[in-house]
């Protein structure tokens, strides 16, 4: 079986092989893991720990001919990016971040120092503004290249990443984005129409590339609940998700969807509008079997261990049982992808993720056999 | 006729766009100031409970303290007139060093400031001894450290022992706030109090000033 047959089996609901595993780690992390089993190669790593790693994602990137300035070289350089990867459209949009005092650290993160669409007061300043040209030569360049290589063996996600929420935010600043959808419909929507024709474009061009569907991600909440309440986000997102993921399903495609966070009262609505795959289901604040039971038949959990708690703090014997746990309950059926729930930050403790995955390996087969 | 009722009302159905009538309607009728403060507090209340029964959402506790802003700009040159109105005390308050989070920090400095707090914010990713100088420097009551992330929290032990230098420990607050913030924090980083919710914070301020008068 492929890594994509794999996926493909546990997103159709049946048990395939064994459970597909994702392996969510910056390259620190994976240095470290490689010294660990004498290997050269990401891999090589991922064939010995049994990570199939079933999708990719591809994306819109800078076009041809774009150059970073000498900040942003920098910027990447420090932070890790590659210098035109995605994260170079942030440039584009005119976002500006910063790097944090703890640099090339464990807490390596950057924070937002402006937003250019924070000054506008009008709709129109923002439904008349030029938006960044998708059929810009070179946008899908390594799109293709990477779906000519891996589509026989890998799930393709076209990834349209921060998409409403986020993206919105980034653009307008957190506190004025929510001032607006609490006072100002008007520029909301300008706003999020905006946004969402951008992003059904670009969802066009990678389907139209051979995508096996589309993935989105915005982060809709902290461990204790959402950012806004599910009232607002089903009366200005929910719509707006549906016309998006609408474009996947007519083609008979897949829509992935990422939120940190404990979004559980959205979790219905995600699936009512089509979200085949739900990515993290955050194990510290969310109920997974009770997500698994009410909607398993329908939602793929791709998932993994605590990364704010397991991962970093607990023993390996700790790492150990809540992998179990999670293969008796949530395993059974397909519709289950398991790894690291997020990036593991780069001070966690290699025993531990060894153990995730050697007790993945040992145990992870189906039929399950879960002591 | 406004009464402390449709003040509180006004906050909790975060009407920001009427709040400022509403409240110069209450002084123009003859309401005390400190009434009309206590009917907009009340509000705040109830918007926290609203929020820890998960009613209402972060956008919430965000708009309740940009409604409650409003309504003390209406509202401070009658109260400040008062003879019995005093400032609630000050604080000085920021994301520490190595994390950048500050939405959370932002919505506990709304809260703060609408609470009648005088709040210096220092930003994010703020060195330890920038908090205990600048609270030395505004003589400020309190000190509010937001740390998001676990391998952030830690630096909170950092204020606290330089405040203990400066034999300071007893004399300013230390407060911890963060999303995985627990009280474990207040063992091991010895800190006065640790919150992993704002509204919750504003409660345990107000309850230490308030022992000092």
Known sequence: ?371 | MVSEEDLKQAIVDLDYAGIRDVVQDALASGMDPLTVLNGLKWGLDVVGSLYHNREYFLSELFMAGETMRVALEALMPALTASSHYQAAGTIVMGSIAGDVHDFGKNIAKNLLTASGFTVHDLGVDVPPLQFVEEAVRLQADVIGISAILSSTQPTSAEVVDALAARGLRGAIKVILGGTGVTQRAITEYGVDAAVNDATEGVTIIRGWVQGRA
């Not at chain 1, 129409?193 to 096996?212: E, V």
């Not at chain 1, 992998?323 to 997020?342: D, E, N, Q, W």
């Open chain 1, 1 to 371: 079986m492929t890594p994509r047959d794999r996926l493909l089996t546990t997103l159709a609901h049946r048990e395939p092989d064994r459970v597909p595993l994702t392996a969510r780690l910056w390259l620190d992390t994976r240095l470290k893991l490689r010294r660990h089993y004498g290997v050269a190669t990401d891999d090589e790593l991922f064939a010995v720990m049994g990570i199939d790693n079933g999708a990719i994602s591809v994306q819109s990137l800078t076009p041809s001919g774009w150059q970073p300035d000498p900040d942003y070289a920098r910027f990447c350089e420090l932070i890790g990016y590659e210098v035109h990867s995605q994260y170079a459209t942030y440039e584009e949009w005119g976002i500006q971040r910063k790097l944090g005092s703890q640099g090339q650290s464990v807490l390596r993160q950057f924070f937002f120092t402006h937003h250019p669409w924070e000054a506008f007061t009008r709709p129109q300043d923002i439904t008349s503004l030029p938006l960044l040209d998708l059929d810009a030569p070179g946008r899908f360049d390594m799109a293709h290249q990477l779906i000519a290589e891996h589509q026989a063996t890998r799930l393709i996600w076209g990834s349209l990443g921060h998409t409403l929420w986020t993206k919105g935010w980034e653009l307008r600043g957190m506190m004025p984005f929510m001032k607006d959808l609490h006072t100002n419909p008007a520029m909301t929507e300008a706003i999020l129409d905006t946004l969402l024709d951008y992003a059904c474009y670009k969802a066009t061009r990678l389907l139209d590339l051979g995508c096996d569907g589309i993935s989105v991600s915005e982060d809709w909440g902290n461990n204790y609940s959402m950012f806004i309440n599910p009232a607002l986000w089903r009366k200005y997102f929910k719509p707006r998700y549906r016309r998006l993921f609408d474009l996947a399903k007519r083609r008979g495609k897949l829509v992935y969807f990422h939120s940190d966070g404990n979004i559980t009262p959205i979790v219905g609505d995600l699936v009512e509008i089509g979200v085949d795959s739900l990515n993290p289901v955050q194990p510290e604040c969310m109920n997974q079997l009770e997500i698994k039971r009410i909607y398993g038949d329908r939602l793929t959990l791709d998932t993994g261990i605590s990364n704010q708690k397991t991962l970093p703090f607990g023993t390996p014997d700790d790492v150990k049982q809540e992998v179990l746990t999670a293969l008796k309950h949530l395993a059974p059926g397909g519709g289950f992808v398991y790894g690291t729930s997020h990036f593991a930050l780069y001070d966690v403790p290699i025993a531990n993720l060894i153990t995730l995955y050697e007790t993945l390996q040992q145990f992870g087969a189906y039929p399950l056999q879960v002591p």
